[in-house]
């Protein structure tokens, strides 16, 4: 499941659902926080000059579970984010530097597009002539997306800091309401 799937699910609670626009709220799903977590955790051995690390090690030090770490870490190493190998002196490392690597690139590695709509790209969905504009709405909220994903590298998080740019989204009390 995308990070986003947008008016493709709608649910019988109205508190889970915005009632206005009927679109379900942005959902990290456990993979991609565990991907980030893996991800980090290896730009930090990374930094640090550290060699390969198990995938135990990694699963161990941030709390996921082993057979789920080894199916992401495979995903993200078919995406070319890591490499691997086998043996006593093996395991997993960055396929290139952190800075290289965005939160998106994680997320796209792991689940597949930032956002849909209903199975499909928002660019690509075609609406009556009545409600057109809902796929300008949608493109515009993946690009919303992009703006805060594919400026976050992999090197920021493991440094424990944001672009200026994202910091200063937080900055408005209304980021941390609830609504």
């Known amino acids: 499941m995308p990070i986003v799937e947008i008016a493709g699910r709608l649910s019988g609670n109205p508190e889970r659902c915005s009632p206005s626009a009927r679109i379900w709220p942005v959902r990290v799903t456990a993979k991609v926080d565990y991907a980030v977590r893996a991800a980090t955790v290896l730009a930090q051995a990374a930094a640090a000059g550290r060699g390969p690390m198990k995938g135990d090690e990694i699963g161990e030090q941030q709390g996921i579970p082993r057979k789920f770490l080894e199916n992401i870490l495979g ?58 504009v809902l796929r300008d709405l949608w493109v515009a909220v993946r690009a919303a997306l992009r703006s ?29 309401r609830p609504h």
């Open 75 to 132: 995903e993200m190493r078919q995406a070319e984010i890591l490499r691997s190998q086998r043996g006593a002196e093996g395991g997993y490392w960055l396929a290139r530097p952190a800075e290289m690597i965005t939160i998106a690139d994680i997320i796209r590695a792991v689940e597949g597009p930032l956002a849909n709509v209903r199975g499909e790209r928002p660019d690509a969905v075609i609406y009556p002539e009545t409600a057109a």
């Open 148 to 176: 805060v994903l594919e400026q976050v590298t992999l090197a920021d998080v493991a440094a424990g800091a944001l672009p200026a740019n994202v910091a200063a989204m937080l900055a408005d009390p209304d980021a941390w």
